[in-house]
């Protein structure tokens, strides 16, 4: 009997250990393909053709900087929607609002996330965009901008979900103490509550940040898909074209292992590193957050 559950637990630990490592393989491998299928195009294309200013493939132009800056101007404008009001609706729900009114406001925040992105786009187009191009008085409502509030809807649930669970997750007493010191409500939540939950709030708007970076469909029906530098936040009235926006748009319709092919995947190689440096930086700073308290608390 004993040697059967010694037999389960080291199957079990063995399973336990290449499901975690499987995650590592798996990126690996993904990455391996991109560098596989991207790097011919340092070969086939001049570095300064590649990060030049006009992409237009039937004329052999591969400019990939216009993509860039319209994936960023589209990211940071998500980002600046998604993080306040992210953050202030964990607050509310955390620290704020009566249970029941939590109980009813989370799984619509989490509803809300759940909704595929597609569907978000078909409203963007035939709500959002003729209301802003209205508003604003603008030539066209397909801009950044359009394309930056739809994805800072997208990227909300995830900033509160996450934000609302490291809140939530800070002991009582911290709160108790600071309201004994005589804090107000407010000067609680702000001194010491939020700051206790830094690190996982931080995690929340980069994971926020990453699901912006990487949406497809939604920038792609509802930002134009123009390919012009965006040099500023100006550029938010104007239309803008993504990296993911352009991958998913025309690498259906490549020739196989062509210069066009290969440029699709260097854009990808581009963006992945993008993510992967996303998420390192978050990671970083968690881990010195949390060396600190430690030092702090010893």
Do not use: C
């Amino acid at each position: 009997m004993e040697k059967d559950l010694n037999w389960r637990e080291f199957l079990i630990t063995r399973l336990i250990k290449f499901s975690g490592y499987s995650a590592i393989i798996f990126v690996s491998l993904i990455f391996f393909f991109l560098l596989k299928e991207g790097l011919p195009t340092l070969a086939e294309v001049p570095l300064g053709d590649l990060f030049s200013l006009r992409w237009y493939p039937i004329e052999s132009r591969y400019g990939i900087l216009p993509l860039i800056t319209g994936s960023l101007l589209v990211t940071v404008g998500a980002g600046l929607i998604a993080v306040p009001f992210g953050i202030g609706t964990a607050i509310y729900l955390a620290e704020i609002a009566p249970r029941w009114v939590r109980n009813l406001l989370k799984p619509l925040v989490e509803l809300l996330g759940g909704l595929p992105s597609v569907v978000l786009g078909f409203l963007g187009i035939l709500i959002l965009s003729p209301t802003l191009r209205v508003t604003l008085n603008l030539p066209t409502g397909l801009t950044a901008l359009t394309g930056s509030l739809l994805l800072g809807g997208i990227a909300i649930p995830t900033v509160v979900s996450i934000s609302e669970d490291a809140l939530d997750a800070v002991p009582k007493s911290y709160r108790d103490a600071a309201l004994a010191l005589g804090a107000t409500r407010w000067q609680t939540i702000w001194r010491v509550t939020l700051p206790a939950a830094r690190s996982g709030v931080l995690t929340a708007v980069m994971l926020g940040v990453g699901r912006s970076i990487g949406e497809t469909m939604t920038v792609m029906m509802v930002t134009g898909n123009a390919p012009v530098l965006a040099t500023g936040l100006a550029d938010l009235f104007s239309p803008v074209r993504t990296m993911t926006a352009t991958i998913a748009a025309e690498m259906g319709e490549v020739a196989n292992a062509s210069t066009h092919y290969h440029v699709l995947f260097f854009i990808g190689m581009v963006l992945f590193l993008i993510s992967l440096f996303v998420n390192v930086t978050a990671s970083a700073i968690v881990f010195r957050q949390k060396k600190r308290a430690e030092r702090i608390l010893s």
